[in-house]
């Protein structure tokens, strides 16, 4: 008995540091033209010049002051922390989502956003966020959106 309970206590504690290893979340980016790099330092090459203010990235990785990101095209390097921000934003998966309203799909439409748009984020309630794009605001279904947790 005493040998099953340490099996199982080493095998909770593998898994749970396992999991902390594996932490991802997003951030957005900070400037408008920001560098992604071969590597985790200034002296790797750039890999792509992004040019979207508040585009998010997942964090995937850390070294020194440099983090390893993905984007919603699946491209992966490295940025400095410098080039993130903690403000919330999102990219469109679907084909067309509806903005509406209100946090319900029986308040009124307000505009039917694009695959690949961007949308700055206001706050979230269970399935709905609060979004602003161009001159539009209103709210829509956070499942058709990447960037969020």
Known sequence: MQKIIIILFHFIFFFSEYSYAKDEYFRTLRNDKVNLRNGPSFDYPVKIFYTKKF??????DSSNNFRKIRDHENNSGW??????????????????????????VYSNPVVILKKGRLLKISKCKES??????????????????????
């Not at 903690?86 to 998966?93: R, S, Y």
């Open 79 to 104: 940025i400095h922390i410098s080039q993130l921000s903690k403000k919330k934003a999102a990219i469109v998966i679907s084909e067309n989502l509806i903005m509406f309203e209100k946090a319900t």
């Open 55 to 60: 585009l998010p990235v997942l964090i995937q």
């Open 128 to 149: 709905w966020c609060k979004v602003k794009s161009g001159g539009f605001k209103g709210w829509t279904k956070n499942e058709n959106l990447w960037g969020l947790f």
